[in-house]
């Protein structure tokens, strides 16, 4: 009988410290994941000097297991990492431009930095940025998340 308690005890305790996911619903807060309703906003997120993930996705079983994830890597890496979600159905333009034809993927955009060719702008009031770009090809997980974001250099926490 006290060994159960025990073992109990230690469970509940590695569910309350444990950073990986074992496997009971944690409670994440408020959402995280900012959904796409305009470029300008994107454009705004970029500009605030954190990386942005965006998940592109149609509604499917896949994506439901998805924006989980997204949910779950958006809680840890909140105040360093932006984890936006775009409905390509609903902003074809917006995802057309990324010249993708499989659903759902995921891109990072970083660094953005003012254009050097800043002469061919049609309106002076028209800066130019070039922002880089990579494509998510980890696991999709919060672990695949952090070990990506280690890889590739990019400060996820402090």
Do not use: W
């Not at 009971?24 to 959904?35: A, F, K, M, T, W």
């Not at 775009?86 to 917006?94: I, R």
């Not at 254009?115 to 922002?131: G, R």
């Amino acid at each position: 009988m006290e060994e159960s308690s025990v073992l109990s005890k230690m469970l509940l305790n590695l569910r309350a410290t444990c950073k990986y996911y074992t496997g009971y619903p944690r409670d994440l807060g408020p959402s995280r994941v900012v959904h796409f309703t305009s470029e300008r906003e994107f454009v705004q997120l970029l500009h605030q000097g954190q990386p942005v993930v965006v998940a592109f996705t149609i509604k499917c079983n896949l994506t439901k297991r998805l924006d989980r994830v997204l949910e779950e890597a958006a809680a840890e890496f909140h105040p360093h990492v932006k984890f936006m979600r775009v409905e390509c159905p609903k902003y074809p333009g917006f995802c057309i431009t990324r010249q993708k034809t499989e659903y759902p993927f995921i891109e990072i955009f970083h660094s953005p930095e003012q254009a050097d060719d800043q002469v061919k702008a049609v309106d002076p009031n028209i800066t130019k940025y070039s922002v880089r770009v990579l494509p998510f090809n980890n696991d999709v997980s919060a672990y695949g998340f952090r070990e990506y974001f280690k890889r590739n250099g990019i400060k996820a926490s402090d």
